[in-house]
């Protein structure tokens, strides 16, 4: 396999601590407690690597990232390199003066997540009173900074039925983007697929409305959609495809090129604390894995969209099939996608299945 090319981007989540208990959260079922986190000091040396491995943004994450005393550190650094920035925050908890001073170290973007439209919904789905309130304080805030501004409204049974209200939200707040974005369902969202899955007619019903108000607000808001993969015909690229152009970095250094990496048992993972980037980047086994195209089976291997979405999710066939290197089943040309359209279905009209809340020490390691 040729070498690759310089990575893009990085997701780091500086921290797994967050003062909501979002259901569907991206991070392991498994969070790292404030002991775990990598210092000032290891992140500053990991982000001085990727500027000279060439990354061009880093978008920093959690958990919830405010929470770390040295965000305007690490935003300057990074700044003072060159690389674009962007903070992915629930807006809760946020110190006075914050968002100015990360303005002033060089922040570029923030993107503010919303769990609901209404705040009966937000503070339903993260599980904490008086969040969406909160969060509306955190949004003029971060205009009133001068900061561009991207709401994220993660969606699932629970909130399907606001995103009109999410548009308007997002107009009301003078946001320049609005991301309405379907839940994945890996970690926690897996945990929950029951209690959050929505119906195919709601995704469809949707979608219709999304791409109406694109059309409608063009030049306004910038609307993205991201579909669920369980009601897809095609999968997405995960990450632009796997270790292709960006990965990630969890709190206690560990580098992955995705989230749910870690859930495929067969591969390790190196810790950016103790490896230097380009090494792991270039050379890691679990990065080598899966990136180019020689270890596809069919229908993959002769797909003609295999450069577009370069075979789909590796942990989700992992999950499904049983085979990280199989067809994502999110594709219809998988032999299991008529279990994912199955899975889909059902839980979809499940009705007394109960959420169970992110924390830490919900689930116990194994």
């Known amino acids: ?74 935003v300057q650094a990074l700044a003072d390199r ?30 503010l997540s919303f769990q609901g439209a209404r705040p009966e919904t937000t503070d339903l789905i ?25 709401i994220n409204a993660p969606i699932h049974r629970k909130n399907i039925g606001e995103v009109q209200q999410f548009i308007d939200l997002a107009l009301s707040l003078g946001a320049e983007r609005l991301e309405v974005a379907n839940v994945q369902y890996y970690g926690w969202a897996l945990m929950n697929r029951q209690a959050l899955m929505p119906e195919r007619d709601d995704v469809m019903r949707v979608a219709a409305l999304v791409e109406e108000a694109q059309e409608r607000l063009r030049g306004v808001l910038a609307i993205d959609f991201v579909a669920p993969d369980y009601y897809a015909q095609y999968p997405k690229a995960c ?13 206690d250094g560990t580098t992955m090129p995705c989230h749910a990496a870690a859930s495929i048992p067969h591969l390790s993972f190196a810790s950016a604390a103790e490896t230097p980037l380009a090494e792991i980047w270039g050379r890691s086994p679990a990065f080598e894995a899966y990136r180019g195209f020689e270890w596809m089976q069919e229908p993959c291997r002769s797909c003609a969209r295999k450069e577009i979405d370069f075979g789909g999710c590796r942990c989700q066939a992992m999950k499904l099939a049983g085979d ?30 109960s959420m169970t809340y992110r924390r830490i020490g919900v689930v116990e390691p194994a």
């Open 1 to 74: 396999m040729s070498a690759p090319g310089p990575p893009i981007g990085i997701l780091a989540e500086l921290t797994h601590r967050c003062p909501l208990q979002c259901p569907y959260c991206s991070n392991p079922l498994e969070l790292l407690k404030v002991n775990r986190e990598l210092d000032t000091q290891t992140w500053l040396r990991i982000f001085s690597q990727a500027a000279d491995l060439g990354i061009l943004q880093v978008h920093l994450s959690g958990g919830e990232p405010t929470l770390r005393q040295d965000l305007p550190v690490l």
């Open 82 to 111: 060159g690389v674009y920035t962007n903070l992915i925050t629930a807006g809760i908890g946020v110190r006075e003066g914050l968002f100015e001073k990360l303005r002033d170290a060089g922040l570029d973007h923030v993107q």
């Open 126 to 150: 993260g599980n904490s009173r008086g969040a969406h309130v909160k969060k509306l304080s955190a949004a003029a805030q971060i205009r009133a900074a001068g900061l561009p501004l991207t």
């Open 239 to 251: 990450m632009g495809g796997w270790a292709r152009d960006a990965f990630m970095i969890t709190p």
């Open 324 to 353: 990280a290197a199989a067809t994502d089943p999110a594709c219809s040309l998988s032999a299991f996608h008529g279990r994912i359209l199955a899975l889909a279905a059902e839980d979809s009209v499940a009705q007394d299945a």
